[in-house]
C-alpha cells in the first residue's frame, strides 16, 4: 500500500480583532507558542500550514507556518469550536513577542481558552 501525498488546504486566514479573542486563541503553553485557528476543514496531527494573521493594530498581515498540534472536531463536547491549534515555528518569535505584549498581565489568569 502507498501513500499519495495529500492535497494542500491552501493559506489559513485567521483575523484577530480584540485582546480577549487573541487570549482565547493563543497557545503560550506550546513550544514556540501556538494558534488556535477556527476551521470547519479535517486536518492531521503534525500537518504543515500556512496562514497570515491579522492581528489587532498591526498594519499588515503576518505571514505564519506551523505545525497542526492540536484538533477540536465538529461538534466537540462543551460548544467548542471546531478548528486546529498551530505550534509555530521558532522563525516565528517576533509574532509571539507582539502576542505576549499585548497578552501583558492577562496570561495566567485561568479563564478558558478555545483549546483549554
Not at 514556540?32 to 498581515?61: A, C, I, S, W
Not at 505564519?64 to 460548544?79: E, F, M
Not at 515555528?89 to 495566567?108: F, Q
Amino acid at each position: 500500500m502507498s501513500v499519495s501525498p495529500r492535497a494542500s488546504h491552501g493559506i489559513l486566514s485567521l483575523t484577530i480583532k480584540s485582546k480577549d479573542e487573541l487570549y482565547r486563541s493563543f497557545m503560550p503553553y506550546v513550544k514556540n507558542g501556538g494558534l488556535f485557528v477556527p476551521t470547519q476543514r479535517d486536518y492531521h496531527l503534525g500537518e504543515e500550514v500556512f496562514m497570515l494573521l491579522d492581528l489587532m493594530e498591526e498594519p499588515d498581515k503576518i505571514p505564519i507556518s506551523g505545525k497542526v498540534i492540536w484538533v477540536t472536531p465538529r461538534g466537540a463536547q462543551g460548544g467548542k469550536k471546531a478548528g486546529i491549534g498551530i505550534q509555530l515555528s521558532a522563525d516565528d518569535t517576533t509574532v509571539v513577542t507582539k502576542i505576549e505584549t499585548y497578552l501583558a498581565g492577562a496570561l495566567g489568569t485561568g479563564r478558558l481558552t478555545h483549546t483549554m
